[in-house]
């Protein structure tokens, strides 16, 4: 069976509002794929045109070649988990599950497998009503998992996560996709993709800004950056500046220096060959944050000014 999920060209407006502007990506089996950016981005919009609840003005979404909507059973090709909240709240968690299982012609024993895939196997028979966020998030992957699907779409799962639930969480997408499924996951928590995604589709402004592997992404981002400790930084400086290095001193007085445009391998040999001291030499590694941020900057739409200081 086919598990990709193919985006291609979605334009999508309300009104005077430009939601997606050709949005184009795929999502491999095998992997988990997030699907970050910033607010009004189009994230949400995208997965509502997969799931076939909004209708795109162009373009397609389609699952294993298929538009969601045309599937007969779609929870055995996609699940997905869009708002935890969407659920009834006088039911048990187990009859919310056995309501889902019905409408897809699946039996009781898939329901009972489920509840203890998503660590619900205590308060099943407890009214979701009265559920935590991170509860109710437990129980939309429940729900998302009931037809086995090859292909798995969430929306911030590690919402209303404790910390707890958050390992558990990044554990669970990295099996998902170990098993061959193709996984999709829209979150704000770059800590949590950096650790938890194989590939990162970066949007803005309902466009593609940037669809690479994380590995990828964080070597670009990392770039020929290096931080030094020296006793003698001017003259450091002064030798790795003749290298045609850029040298930045972090803070005056501490002997600590940031070196772009040099690698470690090659500080450390000029270095030694001028004989200046140095005691600390490593090679900068970029958070995916970083990466995020520097490829986002030019699309937030709402961007918090610098503080100034504080009034006294």
Do not use: C
């Not at 028979?125 to 129980?139: P, Y």
């Not at 639930?165 to 770059?190: C, D």
């Not at 007085?253 to 450390?268: N, R």
């Amino acid at each position: 069976m086919d598990m990709t999920i193919d985006v291609r060209g979605l334009r999508k407006s309300f009104g005077p509002t430009l939601a997606l502007d050709g949005m184009t990506f795929t999502v491999q089996p095998g992997q988990v794929t997030g699907f970050v950016g910033p607010n009004g981005a189009g994230k949400t919009t995208t997965m509502r045109v997969i799931l076939g609840l909004d209708a795109p003005d162009d373009g397609s979404a389609l699952v294993g070649g298929r538009r969601y909507a045309s599937l007969r059973h779609p929870l055995r090709h996609l699940g997905s988990l869009l708002d935890a909240s969407a659920l009834q709240p006088s039911r048990t968690a187990r009859n919310h599950l056995l309501w889902l299982a019905r409408s897809q012609g699946l039996a009781a024993a898939r329901v009972d497998a489920v509840i203890e895939q998503a660590g619900l196997g205590q308060v099943a028979r407890r009214r979701a009503g009265g559920f935590s966020l991170g509860m109710r998030q437990r129980l939309g992957i429940a729900a998302a998992l009931l037809g086995d699907p090859p292909a798995l779409m969430m929306d911030e799962p590690f919402n209303g996560m404790d910390p707890e639930g958050i390992v558990w969480m990044r554990g669970f997408l990295r099996s998902l996709a170990g098993a061959g499924r193709a996984v999709l996951v829209s979150s704000h928590l770059m800590s949590e993709l950096q650790d938890t995604a194989d590939h990162l589709v970066i949007v803005g402004r309902g466009k593609v800004i940037a669809d690479a592997s994380v590995a990828g992404l964080l070597a670009a981002a990392s770039g020929d950056r290096a931080l030094l400790r020296t006793t003698d930084p001017d003259r450091a400086a002064m030798v790795l500046e003749h290298a045609g290095a850029t040298v930045t001193a972090t803070a005056p007085g501490d002997g600590l220096l940031t070196v772009t445009g040099l690698g470690a391998g090659q500080i450390a040999a000029l270095l030694g060959q001028h004989t200046v001291p140095f005691s600390e030499l490593s090679a900068h590694r970029a958070t995916l944050e970083e990466a995020y941020l520097g490829l986002t900057q030019g699309v937030v739409e709402y961007r918090a000014e610098q503080a100034q200081g504080i009034a006294r």
